[in-house]
Every structure is written in structure tokens, then in C-alpha cells.
């Protein structure tokens, strides 16, 4: 004769999948913003061309050298980015969600401006003062990147993404972390003057844009945008235990 299990011996049976341990399983189709803006964003820059581009230019860019070594905080920024999705996705699903938000409202909003106001820069050395390996690499995101669509500079607001993901997660709010985070997306953002691939006016629009897109997703007014709000969450949790 079969007894009944006690109260409180039956557990969920354990989700099944590749993500099936990921914290952010169920909001992880938020990556798929990925590709449609990769592809909005090949359209406007091989497909739909205007006319004309403004050029983006200050005094400040021509006091500022071109130096190769940057190009490694430069290229670190893909491996940035995609470490925070991630980290998040796999250990806090808020901060997973937050950080999804950003992206789509931060990129969305650079995808417009770009339509709207196109620009361009014409700061890339004719010549390179040293030849070595980092030069060639260089030379080789030269090839493959336009210099169009400048402003707001997207490795700018890609590393602001990061900094906020980071601070939003209980591991990287530690104060060492907060230095590496912070020296990490300071590097990025200076090595895209370094290397001219953008002009001074592209950083402080990127840093803009992402003060105002960071306001409205971390730091909303009463529920927050879309609801993803610090105080959101605690409601959440709470009526899941209830």
C-alpha cells in the first residue's frame, strides 16, 4: 500500500534544455534584439545611404593621437558585452531583464538618430605612424567598418551597458569589481578617439544617450519603465510566495 508523501517533500521537477539552469531561461528570448538590429543597422549602412552625412569634427580631435595599443580595449568590448549577457542570464534574471532593456531602448534610439540625422567622420590617418601587428589590426577594422553612422558612438554606449548590467548584480557591486568595470569601460570609450574611429562629439553623445536611457530602466519613476524597476521586482517576488 502506497503512503502519501508528507507535506512539503514534492518538488518541481527540474527544468529540462541547454538553458535549463540559466536564472533568465524564460526571458532569454530579449536576445533575440541582437540580430534584428544587426540587420537594421547593415541596412543603413550598405543599403539605405543618404545623400549626405554630416561630418562630426571639434578642435579637441585633431590634439588627440592616434595610438595602435588602444585597439586592445577596442576589440575587448565584444568580449565585454557578450560576458555581462551572459553572467546575467545565467545568475540574476532581473538584471538580465534590465540590461536587455537598455540595450533594445539605448540601440533603437541610436538606430533613429542615425536614420534621421546621418553623420560621418573623416579622421582615420592616411598613413600609420608604426607598423606592427596592432596597426594591422587596425588597418583590418578600417576594411570592414564604414566611417558612417558615427554619432553616437555604439562602442561607447555598449560599454555604459555593461558598467550599469555590472552595478546591478550583487557580485560586481563589489568595490573591486566596480574598478575593473569601471577602468574597463573607461579604456573603451577612450579608444575609439585614440584609434579614429570616432570623433570626441560621438563619446559624449554615447554618453548622453546612455545617462538617459539608464535613467529610465535603473532608476524610474514609481513602477519603472516597462516595469522593470528595482520596486517592480520586490512585487514580483513577493506575490510568487504568496
Known sequence: MKKDAPAGALTQARPKGLFAGWAARESLWMAAYWPVYGLLFYLLERVCRPERYHV?????????????????????????????????AKRDAAA?????AFVVV??????AIFFLFPTCQHLRPLV????????????????????????????????????YGAKDTKLFAHRGWRVFFLLATA??????????????????????????????????????????????ER???????A
Not at 235 to 241: L, N, V
Request: contains cysteine; positive net charge; glycine residues 4%.
Open 128 to 163: 600609420f605612424p608604426r607598423d606592427n601587428v596592432l596597426t594591422d589590426i587596425v588597418a583590418f577594422f578600417y576594411r570592414i567598418d564604414t566611417s558612417t553612422n558615427v554619432c553616437p558612438s555604439l562602442h561607447v554606449v555598449g560599454s555604459m551597458a555593461v558598467w
Open 187 to 232: 579604456s573603451i570609450c577612450l579608444s575609439t578617439v585614440f584609434l579614429k574611429q570616432h570623433s570626441v562629439l560621438d563619446v559624449a553623445a554615447g554618453l548622453l544617450l546612455s545617462h538617459v536611457v539608464y535613467r529610465l530602466v535603473y532608476h524610474p519613476v514609481r513602477e519603472g519603465f516597462l516595469g522593470l524597476g528595482r520596486r517592480a
Open 235 to 241: 512585487r514580483r517576488r513577493i506575490s510568487r510566495r
Open 56 to 88: 562630426m569634427y571639434t578642435a579637441l580631435d585633431d590634439v588627440i593621437p592616434f595610438h595602435e595599443l588602444f585597439v586592445i580595449p577596442y576589440v575587448f568590448w565584444f568580449l565585454y558585452l557578450i560576458g555581462i549577457h551572459c553572467y546575467t
Open 96 to 100: 538580465f531583464r534590465r540590461l536587455m
Open 106 to 111: 539605448s540601440h533603437t534610439c541610436a538606430l
